[in-house]
């Protein structure tokens, strides 16, 4: 990858970031309406000398596209 993409990358997961505290503090409003994806109980792997625990869950909230939307709007300034 070039390192242009790199940045556009790391906006879009600080916007979620962004998006995800946006949704914390106006809790309780249309903000946090949103889906969640992935697994809902994590996988296990015993081989009995190291134990592998396997999971991902994205939660997809209305402040998290907001986050993203704004950080596209930023890489398109810096670029």
């Known amino acids: 990858m070039r390192k242009i993409n790199w940045v556009?990358?790391?906006l879009i997961l600080v916007g979620f970031v962004i998006g995800r505290f946006i949704g914390t503090?106006?809790?309780g409003t249309f903000l946090n309406y949103g889906q969640s994806f992935g697994?809902?109980?994590p996988a296990v792997l015993d081989l009995g000398f190291v134990v592998?625990?396997?999971?991902?869950t994205i939660n997809i909230t209305i402040a998290s596209v907001i986050?993203?939307?704004?950080a596209l709007v930023v890489y398109r300034?810096?670029?």
């Open 8 to 10: 556009l990358l790391v």
């Open 25 to 27: 503090y106006f809790s």
């Open 39 to 41: 697994m809902s109980s």
């Open 52 to 56: 592998l625990t396997f999971g991902l």
């Open 67 to 70: 986050g993203v939307v704004i």
């Open 77 to 79: 300034f810096i670029r």
